[in-house]
């Protein structure tokens, strides 16, 4: 079982809607929990941040933690042709490496 | 301020040759990590260096080297190409070690082994 499971996608949504992406992860180790978002031909950039669980919400952008279930989330709110881009989570445990998921690609449709 | 600098953006390599990648982190910033990012492994992390010491290493082989020097640039060396090691090569600074929370990454090197 790998450490962080991520589906890939393609994930295509219309404009406007409510994005849903989601990682499992199995280590309970695991307590910095990180989405970034990479455009085509770029580095990935960070857009979230969460230590342990909860709930953290930035403009458009909330990330769910929920260590019980192993699982956290990344909602988008008011889609824009602008967020399609391949979004990644990420992982670490205290002063150890982090760990990406394979990322989940994303179109939003105009 | 200027943000992550890597050279080369492109490099194109044989099997059994070696390569050298550099990265600037952002001023005064002391943490550069390595990644390695392929369409079937995804983004691996490589390596971290902070104040010119290795401080976390991933899963690679010893092909896979790297330093940083005392003005934070830091140097990634591929000793013995595979096919295998094409790939986007990225760093990524921050002022702290392991601060996954504020790295900031480079465009990368894409690097081709023929």
């Known amino acids: 079982q790998k450490e962080v499971e991520q589906d890939p996608g393609p994930l295509s949504v219309p404009e406007g809607a409510i994005v849903s992406l989601n990682c499992t992860y199995s280590n309970s180790a695991f307590q910095y929990f990180m989405w970034y978002r990479q455009y085509s031909r770029k580095g990935p950039e960070l857009l979230m941040y969460t230590y342990s669980s909860g709930n953290k919400e930035d403009g458009r952008f909330t990330a769910q933690v929920d260590k019980s279930s192993k699982y956290i989330s990344l909602f988008i709110r008011d889609s824009q042709p602008s967020d399609s881009a391949t979004y990644l989570c990420a992982m670490s445990a205290k002063d150890d490496k982090i760990i990406f998921g394979k990322g989940t690609r994303l179109h939003i449709l105009p | 301020k200027a943000g992550v600098t890597q050279t080369p953006r492109y490099l194109i390599k044989t099997r059994g040759q070696q390569v050298t990648l550099s990265c600037s982190p952002i001023?005064?910033?002391?943490?550069v990590s390595w990644y390695q990012q392929t369409p079937g492994q995804g983004l691996q992390f490589l390596f971290e260096?902070?104040?010119?010491?290795?401080?976390n290493k991933g899963n690679f082989p010893g092909r896979f080297s790297g330093r940083q020097f005392s003005n934070s640039r830091s140097e990634m060396n591929v000793s013995t190409l595979e096919l295998g090691d094409s790939a986007l090569y990225l760093c990524?600074?921050?002022?702290?070690?392991?601060?996954?929370?504020?790295?900031?990454f480079g465009p990368g090197t894409r690097l081709t082994v023929l």
């Open positions: 990524a600074s921050s002022y702290l070690a392991d601060s996954y929370n504020e790295q900031f």
């Open positions: 001023s005064g910033h002391r943490s």
């Open positions: 260096y902070f104040s010119e010491t290795q401080r």
